[in-house]
């Protein structure tokens, strides 16, 4: 692993068309730690973990993963991405699509069958691995959404909204399950809006209308705003209260 | 290899959706199927009245021509003629004929016309001499449909494969998985490849089953040889699938993607010589160099009615394979609007 963080981002802008939707984003997200984008819907995280997937281009500014300037098809071998919407084929089974995604990042024979048994049991879908995937629950979706984001080993892994629409059991599960995943050393860049899963996060970025208002550990966070929870803090940041 | 992995995965979509599968090769023969029923029945026979003042010998050839024959008087064949029991009443006013249109019809007119004047030609003195005539193509046997089928193969071929491409990769757009591949290494040529393959192999056994039951089942008019034939459904399939790919870049969901259908699909219909064209103005004419199915249905026409060989079909082809790649490269920029890379 380099001695530079996985994920630069310096001074990053987007616009589409004349409107800004990230202004002047700068931060580093740190090898093995779960970073969190806290921020309500339309703020700009999907944008932005969209450009750090390589998806989208900044219009200015540079995104720098695992030492490669994004977009860079290089480096999107080792990320992995969970997008909002489970991106999933209906008509075709988990297994088979996991068998496509696996293939796509080149995966073949017995290392694919392995990884996809293992991926299956991460997440519990061992048993209904023949189900076709229209058949299967909201849940179950974004938990093969995520065994797919996992299968090729990525260094980093992106979730855009991983537990958005989910019992508060899966979601305690998922969370669980990023922890150990985490703790394998893989760089975990995660949005939100739901403000106590912030509190889960290694550290956390505030974003509010494409502006980073804040950066740091949760309870740093909270001492610094002199709040009692992350809720109060983000509207501390936010230049709503004082 | 990454396109082998989207052509192995819509193969087993498709087989997955029997529907469709279905649809991209029963719908075509069931249309073709009515269009060798309506076109290939048998021919009009008129209803003519006659006053009691025509010969029965011209009743006699009326009948023979085809013609179903009764005697009326004048008021009563006015009745008929005005609900449509009759085509036309025959009178004789003195040696000249006098024939009453019902006239709504043009079909009904050209079957009495035909009729009486066959029934009064026979009755005049023979010619001195008979005019011969030789077919440098075709048969006096020949149908109408046999002259359109080429067309309509093409057609079929083109337009199923161009609305079920549309869809399925409108599809990929709308349900996020487009959006899901561009996050993974895949190159954006390797989508369009994936998927040109993928479907082609579809495509290849749809056009060989709708041209073999046009051809054998239907018995359609097939002078030259039928890989030719297959090798331009081949490639108007492949056409339509670029260009389907293409245009659903430009729709938003299924319904929007059924409009492009009187936009580019029947335009083709009409200028692909379906119609003759050659009393339109110069300049709507030459529109049709820009429809693909102009090249499929000439050469069509010229492997199944005129047998001819490659040299005459070898624009076409080229053409086609032109139209074809041209569409795969605009596809493969039209990607850059899901990512830049």
Same mark, same amino acid.
């Given at each position: 692993?380099?001695v ?11 616009r589409?068309?004349k ?54 098809l ?57 189900k076709?995937?229209?058949q ?37 599960s ?49 001492q ?19 | ?41 048998? *021919?009009?026979?008129? &209803? ?5 003042h ?20 004048? *008021?009563?064949?006015?009745? *008929? ?36 004047q066959q ?7 023979k ?47 709308t ?25 082609g ?10 041209? !073999? ?9 097939m002078?030259?040889?039928?890989g ?9 399939a492949?056409? &339509?699938? &670029? ?26 219909v009409?200028?692909?010589?379906l ?7 110069? !300049? ?12 499929g ?16 079909? &070898? ?27």
């Open positions: 692993m380099s530079h963080p996985p994920i630069q981002v310096e001074r990053v802008s987007k589409f068309g409107k800004v939707v990230i202004d002047d984003v700068s931060l580093d997200v740190r090898a093995g730690e779960i970073f969190g984008l806290l921020g309500p819907s339309g703020a700009g995280k999907t944008t932005l973990v969209r450009m750090i997937a390589g998806i989208d281009q900044a219009s200015e500014g540079t995104i720098r993963v695992l030492g490669a300037n994004m977009p860079n290089g480096a999107m071998k080792r990320i992995g991405f969970m997008a909002q919407s489970d991106a999933l084929y209906g008509e075709l089974t988990a297994l088979e699509n996991m068998q496509f995604f696996a293939s796509i990042y080149g995966l073949r024979g017995k290392k694919q069958k392995e990884r996809i048994d293992d991926m299956l049991a991460l997440v519990n879908l061992t048993d209904d691995r023949k076709p995937v229209h299967y629950s909201g849940g179950m979706k974004r938990r093969l959404s995520l065994a797919i984001a996992l299968l090729h080993e990525p260094d980093v892994l992106i979730l855009d909204e991983p537990t958005v629409g989910i019992d508060p059991v899966l979601r305690q998922i969370w669980a399950e990023l922890e150990r995943i985490r703790q394998r050393g893989t760089t975990i860049v995660v949005t939100t809006h739901v403000m106590d899963e912030a509190e889960k996060c290694g550290r956390l970025g505030m974003i509010r209308e494409g502006r980073l208002i804040a950066v740091g550990r949760p309870d740093e966070l909270k610094k705003a002199g709040a009692e929870t992350i809720e109060q803090a983000f509207l501390t940041f936010g230049g709503a209260r004082r | 290899m990454r396109v082998m992995a989207i052509v192995v995965r819509i193969i087993r979509q498709f087989f997955r959706d029997k529907r469709t599968l279905a649809l991209m090769i029963v719908a075509p023969m069931f249309i073709l199927l009515l269009m060798d029923l309506v076109f290939n029945g048998e *021919q009009y026979k008129p &209803a003519i009245a006659v006053s009691e025509v010969p029965d010998m011209v009743v006699d050839k009326l009948k023979e021509a085809g013609a179903k024959v009764k005697e009326l008087s004048e *008021q009563q064949a006015r009745e *008929q003629l005005d609900d449509q029991d009759i085509d036309a009443w025959l009178e004789m006013n003195g040696s000249a004929p006098h024939v009453t249109l019902e006239g709504s019809d043009p079909t009904a007119n050209q079957a009495v016309m035909a009729a009486v029934a009064f030609q026979s009755m005049a003195p010619p001195p001499f008979q005019l011969k005539t030789t077919y440098w193509h075709g048969s006096s046997d020949m149908a109408s449909f046999d002259y359109f089928g080429p067309v309509l193969i093409g057609f079929f071929v083109f337009f199923f494969v161009f609305l079920i491409a549309g869809v399925s990769f409108l599809r990929e757009r349900n996020g998985t487009l959006e899901r591949l561009m996050a993974t290494p895949l190159r954006r040529w390797e989508m369009v490849a994936g998927y040109m393959i993928g479907f192999l579809f495509t290849t056994i749809q056009a060989s089953l709708i041209s !073999w039951f046009a051809i054998d089942g239907l018995d359609m008019m002078e030259g040889s039928f030719y034939v297959l090798l331009i459904t081949f490639l108007l492949m056409t &339509a699938l &670029a260009l389907g790919m293409l245009l659903s870049a430009f729709a938003n969901n299924e319904l929007q993607m059924m409009q492009f259908i009187p936009l580019v699909v029947v335009p083709q009409f200028f692909s010589g119609f003759n064209l050659d009393t339109m103005e110069e !300049w709507l004419r030459s529109l049709s160099v820009i429809m693909p199915l102009t090249y249905a000439d050469a069509l026409r010229d492997i199944m009615v005129r047998g001819k060989g490659f040299s005459a079909i &070898a624009v076409d082809v080229y053409v086609l394979l032109g139209f074809t790649l041209l569409f795969m490269v605009l596809n493969v920029v039209a990607l850059k609007k899901y990512r830049k890379l």
